[in-house]
T-cell receptor, first 113, second 117 residues
Framework: GDSVTQMEGPVTLSEEAFLTINCTYT??????LFWYVQYPGEGLQLLLK?????DKGSNKGFEATYRKETTSFHLEKGSVQVSDSAVYFC????????????FGTGTSLTVIP | DVKVTQSSRYLVKRTGEKVFLECVQD?????MFWYRQDPGLGLRLIYF?????MKEKGDIPEGYSVSREKKERFSLILESASTNQTSMYLC?????WGRGALNEKLFFGSGTQLSVL
């Protein structure tokens, strides 16, 4: 079936450190891939997305590239800030399933000054 | 911007009570979803609806039911609450997928933290 696996946390980094959160997927069709972010006390919000192989999604300094050959969509940021502390979810959807989304388990990131 | 509103931020109920969680979206979205979020398990889909009066079971529908009488409102019902239903419940909505990949995006409410004692 369709699923997403992401690295377990929690992750603790110092400010200005490099961030990578790994995400791999299994899909029966041609998925669109997403990273959602959940700040403390809030619901999830879309961070970035990519809809086909080799697409790169980017937003707020975060990037992720859709790699079909490795079935991966790793999230990266060159220099994290304290305000990036949140839980990050990798997700996929396949259009012909009625827009059902599949989420990873989430990775908690804490950035310390 | 789209707004998805969940009626309660925190809710405390007793075992055996009937519980209603309400969700309203203001952007005429066809799809609406209920997830529960638990530490280490991420988000798990309970039910979703792609039209008024239509509903589909997600991955964990047992112990839950839903109602969608109006397009903007999607209610999650716990017929007889149990302690293992203590969780964060998240409602989300999206446009129907047939309108193209550019519209694939979930809009989430802030969540309802339900405690069943």
């Amino acid at each position: 079936g369709d699923s997403v696996t992401q690295m377990e946390g929690p992750v603790t980094l110092s400010e200005e450190a490099f961030l990578t959160i790994n995400c791999t997927y299994t899909a029966t069709g041609y998925p669109s891939l997403f990273w959602y972010v959940q700040y403390p006390g809030e619901g999830l919000q879309l961070l970035l997305k990519a809809t086909k192989a080799d697409d790169k999604g980017s937003n707020k300094g975060f990037e992720a590239t859709y790699r079909k050959e490795t079935t991966s969509f790793h999230l990266e940021k060159g220099s994290v800030q304290v305000s990036d502390s949140a839980v990050y979810f990798c997700a996929l959807t396949i259009g012909d399933t009625g827009n059902q989304f599949y989420f990873g388990t989430g990775t908690s990131l804490t950035v310390i000054p | 911007d789209v707004k998805v509103t969940q009626s309660s931020r925190y809710l405390v109920k007793r075992t055996g009570e009937k519980v209603f969680l309400e969700c309203v979206q203001d952007m005429d979205h066809e799809n609406m979803f209920w997830y529960r979020q638990d530490p280490g398990l991420g988000l798990r889909l309970i039910y979703f609806s792609y039209d008024v009066k239509m509903k589909e079971k997600g991955d964990i529908p047992e112990g839950y039911s839903v109602s969608r009488e109006k397009k903007e409102r999607f209610s999650l019902i716990l017929e007889s609450a149990s302690t293992n239903q203590t969780s964060m419940y998240l409602c989300a909505s999206s446009l129907f997928w047939g309108r193209g990949a550019l519209n694939e995006k979930l809009f989430f409410g802030s969540g309802t933290q339900l405690s069943v004692l």
